[in-house]
């Protein structure tokens, strides 16, 4: 099973800037998650799964952990500057541990959502790629940087290594106001996930700009 929608913070900004990116280690990987929480706290998919606020506050940092985590072991997650911005990236073959995530839900999320929620991950699963890409698990910059470029920054670093091995990029939009910033960046969506009372998601995937190649 692939995991959730929750990719990207509100993204409706100037082109990209000079900004410093680092890799996150084990002593700020607490963080990386306090950026995803603050970017997500308005987002229409993680405010569905989690609507009131000691719920979202309690249980999102686990869910991002769970999402994400494995940027983490993999050196692939990064933040930018003062922490104003962060992106988990998961590498080819590599995926969140479905049980786990299960595990949260059903322990954690509303139970009249439960069903709709493991309906749009059952959706999920049939979008994903079978091939190698990489998977942006995580896109948020914190709510008073948005509109200054550090998304386009950050999403820059892992699709210039796509182009330079040829790889796809996926992700779930889980905003319709981020599917231009996405296309801006060579995405295109593939069809749409909903179930239920569930927001709609956008599976969207980035082929390789073959311009590139040698």
Not at 27 to 52: K, Q, T
Not at 132 to 140: F, R, V
Not at 147 to 156: D, E, H, N, T, V
Request: proline share 8%; aromatic share 10%; with cysteine.
């Amino acid at each position: 099973m692939h995991t959730t929608p929750l990719n990207v913070s509100s993204t409706n900004e100037v082109e990209p800037i000079t900004a410093t990116i680092e890799s996150v280690t084990e002593s700020n990987v607490a963080d990386v998650v306090a950026v995803g929480v603050l970017a997500f706290n308005a987002d229409p998919a993680s405010r569905w799964l989690y609507s009131e606020p000691r719920q979202y506050l309690t249980y999102f940092p686990q869910f991002i952990s769970l999402l994400g985590g494995k940027a983490f072991e993999h050196n692939t997650a990064y933040y930018i500057d003062d922490y104003f911005g962060a992106a988990l990236w998961l590498p080819p073959g590599i995926e969140p541990d479905a049980q786990p995530l299960i595990d949260l839900i059903q322990h954690s999320v509303a139970e009249q959502k439960q069903a709709d929620m493991f309906a749009v991950l059952e959706q999920m699963a049939h979008h994903h790629p079978t091939e190698p890409h990489w998977y942006l698990a995580i896109l948020g910059v914190e709510p008073k940087q948005q509109g200054k470029g550090y998304g386009s920054a950050l999403i820059q670093k892992i699709l210039r290594e796509c182009d330079r091995t040829q790889t796809p990029a996926y992700l779930e939009s889980s905003n319709p106001s981020n599917v231009p910033f996405y296309e801006r960046h060579g995405f295109e969506a593939i069809g749409t996930i909903q179930a239920g009372t569930s927001p709609t998601l956008f599976p969207m995937i980035r082929y390789p700009d073959r311009k590139t190649e040698g």
